[in-house]
């Protein structure tokens, strides 16, 4: 026989399942945390930031698809570096990285490796070739690396004027690609962020 | 003479680009909420050198300055993506100001596209 306090007894422990058995469906431990979308706007302090990085990387990869996407054949570029004018710090490789995975998927160009990645590329013909440790045949040639026809470079500077309540910064990212033949500027193009914060 | 050779003109023109949509933003715009005060007015799209280009226009009915974001979806013939989720973009519009961007395709795969706007005096229906 079921007393009063037995069904709320019953009723608690039901409620209790249904609770954990709730729980138990997220694929997540502790709440602590909370992820966020990566392509949102971060408004956090006017440093450079995610969205800073994304929108450059972006406008140059778009800028420079649309400069070559009439070509018959897809040009082979490098990228050098991107120098930080700024007075803060930026992993401008980032930018850069961010530049090339953008026109590599959009297939509007080919990269030669770069110089940073140039010592293991060169580490690793020499280890094919003459290590022994491989049979012949299977080993990647030397002499058969193509050499870039353009090089990408660029700058990043900034200007920050701050007075007691306001703080702003204005960047500005050059990026621009040389015929490494002929010495000549094939393409240039800039991305201009202004970023205020009230206090 | 002169027509056979404003023909060819013609032909180069549309040779190197094709309009793709030039008409009613509506049926391309997909607004989070609706919004107060920025009206995207005009919208035409091209392919040009295989690459999809979009001019959009947005206005500020407000006096005041108005704050949105935006970004495109790339899709192709059928609809489907064909690029993964672009990063939101700031948008600042003076009071009653008319601007003008261009958007270009990150790959030529890209036929059709979706805006996505969202501007921070958006009321939700």
Not at chain 1, 62 to 89: F, H, P
Request: glycine letters at 6%.
């Amino acid at each position: 026989m079921i007393t009063i306090s037995n069904r709320a007894k019953l009723l608690f422990l039901f409620t209790l399942a249904i609770s954990y058995g709730c729980a138990a469906t997220t694929p997540s431990v502790g709440d602590n945390v909370q992820y966020g979308n990566s392509k949102d706007v971060e408004q956090v302090t006017t440093e450079f930031g995610s969205t800073d990085l994304q929108m450059i990387a972006e406008a140059m990869a778009r800028s420079l698809a649309q400069s070559t996407s009439g070509n018959k054949d897809k040009i082979l570029v490098t990228i050098a570096d991107v120098k930080n004018k700024t007075d803060e710090y930026i992993d401008t490789k980032s930018i850069t990285d961010s530049i090339r995975v953008q026109l590599l998927k959009g297939g509007t160009m080919r990269f030669a490796t770069d110089i940073a990645d140039m010592e293991s590329q060169t580490d690793e013909l020499s280890r094919q070739n003459s290590s022994g440790l491989y049979k012949q045949g299977s080993t990647a040639k030397r002499g058969k690396m193509e050499g870039a026809q353009y090089r990408i470079e660029g700058n990043i500077a900034s200007i920050t004027k701050r007075t007691e309540n306001i703080k702003d910064v204005y960047y500005k990212f050059t990026l621009m690609m040389t015929n490494i033949e002929s010495g000549t500027i094939e393409w240039s193009d800039e991305k201009e962020i202004r970023k205020t914060a009230k206090h | 003479m002169k027509k056979y050779l404003s023909g060819l003109v013609l032909l180069f023109v549309l040779g190197q680009s094709a309009i793709v949509f030039a008409g009613p933003a509506d049926s391309k715009v997909e607004q989070l909420g609706t919004s107060k005060f920025l009206e995207i007015v005009g919208i035409s799209s091209k392919i040009t050198d295989n690459l999809l280009v979009i001019h959009l226009q947005i206005k500020n009915k407000d006096n005041n300055d108005n704050t949105g974001f935006y970004r495109v979806r790339w899709l192709d013939e059928s609809g489907d993506p064909v690029w993964e989720d672009e990063v939101w973009k700031p948008l600042l519009l003076h009071g009653n100001q008319k601007i003008s961007l261009k958007m270009v395709a990150p790959t030529v795969k890209a036929k059709d596209f979706r805006i996505e706007l969202s501007t921070e005096e958006n009321y939700r229906e």
